[in-house]
């Protein structure tokens, strides 16, 4: 009876938390982007998200008017570790892991080398490493394994990349969150281990943007945020070579709007 009670205590608790951060989070959903026959290239140096945009632009490609899609399991709003059934499990690292992320919010995205957009994501990954290294800790965790890094065509090099980066051939957290498209990631508050944000961080109108990101951010800085903020991280990452005996059974493709699942969608 005390198990029970208990658990519905956390449950209540872990709902309380979100509608905080809801509340506090007032971003809304961008207008589609309409299709343009001559859409203005802009410097992705300056804003990374639009990489995808860009790209289609420089060919001269209408830009797509669609809705938000997600290429993967909705997990949203849902704790990370009991999703996983376990801790964030990666093969080995290729640079120096994330140490430290307790009381820091945490956005890991699942690519690999083979993948165009993929490759073209990293931009973001790495501008927002280093501009929200006080509040965010970001990583990656790559399907494809350190020789298939060295040899990566496009204009990142893995001897450009900073932000931690694992490889796990197994894609154990990608396969348990059914993602079938790459890059596909999840932002993961500090408090609870609840996943905030969910999906492609370039989609084509639906941006994981500076000004998005940053909002969500700033909830670090108010008090009712700040006073339940634990020093222990609500999650584990763990090192850990796959077990041969599990087959790596990637998720059929199955493409979805991202308000489909449950109710639940990708932006708010």
């Not at 307790?102 to 280093?130: D, Q």
């Amino acid at each position: 009876m005390k198990s029970k009670l208990f658990r519905l205590f956390q449950i209540a608790a872990l709902f309380v938390i979100l509608t905080v951060f809801s509340v506090l989070t007032p971003i809304l959903v961008p207008a589609q982007i309409p299709a343009q026959e001559n859409t203005p290239v802009q410097e992705n140096a300056k804003q990374p998200w639009l990489v995808e945009t860009n790209e289609i632009a420089k060919k001269g490609i209408p830009i797509p008017n669609r809705p938000p899609m997600i290429w993967a399991d909705s997990v949203r709003f849902q704790n990370i570790t009991e999703v996983l059934g376990g801790p964030i499990e990666v093969e080995y690292w290729v640079n120096e892991p994330p140490k430290d992320f307790a009381g820091k919010f945490v956005l890991v995205e699942v690519w690999a080398t083979w993948c165009p957009p993929c490759r073209r994501s990293l931009a973001l990954l790495e501008y927002f490493h280093e501009k929200y290294k006080k509040e965010l800790v970001v990583f990656s965790i790559c399907e494809t394994n350190e020789e298939a890094l060295k040899k990566m065509e496009g204009p990142t090099k893995l001897a450009d990349i900073k932000v931690p980066l694992a490889v796990d051939t197994h894609r154990r957290f990608a396969n348990k969150l059914g993602v079938w498209g790459i890059p596909h990631a999840v932002l993961i508050e500090p408090i609870n281990g609840a996943v905030l944000w969910e999906g492609m961080p370039t989609q084509i109108g639906y941006e994981l943007s500076d000004e998005k990101l940053g909002k969500i951010l700033a909830n670090l800085k108010k008090p009712a945020i700040i006073e339940k903020l634990p020093k222990i991280a609500p999650f584990e990452i763990k090192t850990c070579p796959p077990d041969p005996n599990k087959p790596n059974k990637k998720p059929t493709p199955e493409m979805r709007s991202a308000g489909e699942e449950e109710g639940i969608t990708v932006e708010n």
